[in-house]
Structures are given as C-alpha cells and as structure tokens.
C-alpha cells in the first residue's frame, strides 16, 4: 500500500574522495596514554566530495567511488586507501573495482565498527561490572592497536571458556573473535598507523549527518 512505502526504510549508500596528507600517529597516541609526544598538527582534507544516494545500489556508488579517484589520479601515482564499515558485499566489490582499474589500494576496516564489536565481547565477560567492562576493551584496543589481533582474538575465547559463559553470553565474544579472525588483513592498525593513513571514517559518520539525518 502506499503508507507501507512510505515508511519503508531506504538504505542509504554515503561515498566520499579527498586528499590527505599522511598523519603518523603512535596507538598510545589514539588512546590518549602515555609516553606524551608533541603531534603535529592533523593535516587539512582536501578536494573533499561527498555524496549520498537512497536511489542507486552500492555497485553504483563504489563505481562512481572509482571514477572520481581516477579522474584526480589518471596515472595511478598517489596512495589510494579505502575506509570501509566491514561489510563483506562492499568489501568484495570494492576489491573486484580496484582489480578491474588496476589501482593498487590499501583497504582498511573503521577502527569505531571494531571497538562496537569489542563492547559487545566485554559486556559479556563482564556482566554486570561496568568498570572492569571499561578496563577490558581499553586493554584490548590498545592491543589491536599495535597489531595484535589474533592474540586479541584468541585471548577473548579463552576468557570465556575459563569464565564458563552461558552459550547466549558466549555468542557475543565469538562474534567479535570471529570478526577479528576473518579481516586480520584489514586491520593492521600499527601499519596503518605508522604510514599516516586513517583508521576511521569520520568523514562519512559527518555526512550521514547533514546530508541523510540518520
């Protein structure tokens, strides 16, 4: 009927281009401890282009994605990196794109989407204590900070199999192992960290905001 399309909701597919100069940071750095170090002013974006779409599907937008890169770097000279949410259809197309132009690109998960997952994992083990929850993902993002994902991975399984959760409480933290596991490639924040590329997609959570209102 016509209100039941009214109210339908409509995924929305937000893409945006520019140019960033690279920005080293150090994982203490991201998590505000120490050692202190005097950081260099973030380098400014530039030649920033957003756009959003309720209309085309993502094969659409990572085409268009694509040809708004290449028309800025037709001889493929610059570093591309692709920030993308860790879904796997966007991740394989994505893929798919930059194998069919023959760009070499760097694609790397939000690092915001990995710290949702790891919430989840730690109110689990923890129930009910909001401080250790706090303790836990602040120790395990520091550590996949500095690369050590599959030790992350594996540690949260063993925690909940010592700490005997119920199966329901348990899905949790294998959710969260699980993700860990199966993008370790594109999670390789020390790398990342120390090339200067960004680890999050602030410029897309910005968009969303004024162009989509979600």
Known sequence: SAREQDN??????VASVYTVAPYIRRPETIMNLPPEEATPPRP??????V???VERDTQHVIDELFDEALRRDPDRQRQWVVLIDGNRDQLTRIQAAAAR???AVTIIIDFIHVLEYLWDASRALNAGDAQAT??????QTLKVLQGQVQTVARGMRLSATLRGLSDKKREAVDTCADYLTNRWSFLQYDLFLEQG???ATGVIEGACRHLVKD
């Open 8 to 13: 339908r909701k409509r995924m929305a597919q």
């Open 44 to 49: 400014k974006v530039e030649n920033k282009r």
């Open 51 to 53: 756009w959003a779409s």
């Open 101 to 103: 132009h023959g760009v």
């Open 134 to 139: 706090q303790a836990w993902v602040q120790t």
């Open 197 to 199: 590329f960004p680890i």
